[in-house]
């Protein structure tokens, strides 16, 4: 499972294949019991998306000369956990105790799909299996940095300063900051990370792509607000307004769409700037494709 | 933190302190943000208990000769980890659109306190620390022993299997022992089982450990579904008759009570033969109060 990329779109691409096809191999099968729990888990990690957490994790493990031949490799591992925390996490978000849902990657969300009980086991569910596939990496330290990612400094953390930024009249630029380094950031900036240590970098290295994914979970999620308000409902398959509908703390909100926009690209341009040989490098080009994406 | 106790009973006074003021020292502080988050957490993880699956691990791991003195050991890391997990367990399954309860050891339920979406976040956060810790024993066959027992083949599996069987007009014996040992078996041989792998113990004691913790874990649910049927709520901390009201499958209900007893004693009989040296052995006396207790 090599990839042959000599360019960046084709490595989108390729990337997105190779995360599917270990997804199909890693989840358990629906021909196994639980059937009903394994059929919602696959449902909704298997619903698409752009697969960018196990991308960028591959892609930093390519650029810390990671060996990238042979099958059942741990960053093969790391990048299906990774998926699948971020499969689980949508789950819980789109519950109607959260953010109530229907939609979700063009499809039914998992619960109006399965039931709000299937729904949270199959977020459960999803959770564990990422932390086994973590393990069988062989390496504590990637089960610990995806941890940190999703833990209460971060992902779980970032959830709930949403829920409680939420129908605030005045949104404050550096708290939507401070949210959005937790809510989408950190789980970005972990993928970069374990892609770095499953490739024995050395400190320097690891130290620039913790600054890259930073810079770059940031601007993806500061492009997510913008195509809130100004994107396709189409392109994106899930509903677009909703930020606003729920109040939600988001950038533009803060500081204007213009605003909005220029600082993404300010951020993309300076985690650029981070890649030494920038030149034909994958990082760099998912970079830009987090600045320029429509869905 | 090493126990000194020379008998049972208060072996289990010291290890559900121990846990507790290990619990106390690796959840996060409610000092710190996001500070709602820490408090629905630490209000079910430190609501009580008996802290079984923490001291069977340490039991096991007494038993295997692992060193006790010190702070910060990784069978602690453990310790609290088996408990969160446990805590997690209970928050998701209390939930409305699960078993729907009101009571918990003896106080409200995380949802009732601090609402449902509170609630899943809690229980999702419990889980990832959980794995944090376990992780921090720096054993990576520990985090998977971990994921195992509460993933689709393990506690998970479980739940659903408890749930779709729920209404079911006829009950069958092979199929609750099936339940049972998914959903609370699989997480207490595991504790056993960790312990004795944070140990170092050799292949021919860690298997034993598993048959022990096999039998146990299936005898403890036994004994569970009698405590529903003829328990005290005051004592117990929660409602009883509500298998029987949710029409749960139960040992009980498939076999008759007096049954149900004698195959539990039956299992904690054969659990103990597994021991060697069973003279003031704290796993053995461990599974006499599996088969006695009246909470």
Chains 1, 2 share one sequence.
């Not at 973590?134 to 959830?159: F, K, N, Y």
């Not at 300063?161 to 950190?186: C, F, N, P």
């Not at 993806?220 to 909703?242: A, H, R, T, Y």
Request: with cysteine; net charge negative.
């Amino acid at each position: 499972m090599q990839l042959t990329a000599i360019n960046g779109k084709q490595y989108l691409v390729e990337g997105r294949e190779l995360t599917d096809s270990l997804l199909e191999k890693y989840l358990p099968p629906v021909s196994a019991e639980p059937s009903s729990l394994h059929e919602a888990m696959r449902y909704s990690a298997l619903a698409g998306g752009k697969r960018l957490r196990p991308i960028l994790c591959l892609s930093a493990y390519d650029y810390c000369g990671g060996k990238t031949s042979g099958e059942d490799l741990p960053v093969h591992f790391a990048m299906a956990a990774l998926e699948m925390v971020h499969a689980y996490s949508l789950i819980h978000d789109d519950l109607p105790c959260m953010d109530d849902d229907d939609l979700r990657r063009g499809i039914p969300t998992c619960h109006k799909q399965f039931g709000e009980a299937m729904a949270v086991l199959a977020g459960d569910a999803l959770h564990v299996v990422a932390f086994d596939l973590m393990a069988r990496t062989g390496s504590v330290s990637a089960v610990r940095e995806l941890a940190w990612a999703i833990g209460t400094d971060g992902m779980l953390g970032g959830q709930v300063a949403d829920l409680e930024a939420e129908g605030k009249s005045e949104v404050d630029a550096d708290e939507v900051v401070h949210i959005h380094r937790r809510k989408t950031g950190a789980l970005i900036t972990a993928s970069i990370k374990i892609g770095a240590i499953l490739a024995g970098a050395d400190q320097q290295r690891t130290d620039a792509l913790f600054d890259f994914g930073q810079k770059i979970g940031l601007a993806f999620q500061i492009v997510d607000d913008i195509l809130d308000v100004e994107g396709d409902q189409e392109v994106l398959g899930k509903i677009v307004g909703s930020d606003s509908k729920n109040q939600k703390a988001t950038y533009p909100a803060a500081v204007g769409i213009e605003t909005a926009k220029s600082e993404a690209q300010r951020l993309i341009d300076e985690a650029i700037a981070l890649i030494e040989e920038p030149e034909s490098n994958m990082l760099v080009y998912i970079a830009r494709f987090v600045g320029q994406r429509e869905s």
